[in-house]
């Protein structure tokens, strides 16, 4: 059975791919309502504007980075392996060349 997924993480979820694809300059409030297939009035019942919805978005990535990071590191106790893995890990995704 497949989980519904609430209006608020449909709307974010659909930003976060816009901004990521698109840049935050190029989505706009009408694209992220019509892709996410929800009213307007959803919208800003969530996000009272599209930087409140830029916020909540990078918040997300923010957690989701230093969890999986927490994760990648998880079990090494050795200082220098670990900032060789940071390293290794920030490479992983591109951040890095």
């Known amino acids: 059975m497949e989980k519904k997924i609430s209006v608020q993480q449909r709307i974010l979820d659909t ?7 698109q840049g935050f300059n190029n989505t706009g409030i009408n694209q992220v309502i019509a892709e996410a297939d929800i009213a307007i009035g959803s919208l800003y019942k969530h996000y009272k504007s599209k930087n409140e919805l830029l916020y909540h978005y990078l918040e997300m990535q923010e957690i ?15 200082p220098k392996e670990k900032l060789l ?3 290794n890990y920030r490479i992983q995704l591109g951040e890095f060349g």
């Open 85 to 87: 893995k940071l390293i």
């Open 64 to 78: 989701e980075f230093f969890y999986n990071l927490n994760e990648y590191l998880k079990g090494e106790g050795n």
């Open 15 to 21: 930003a976060s791919r816009l901004f990521y694809c």
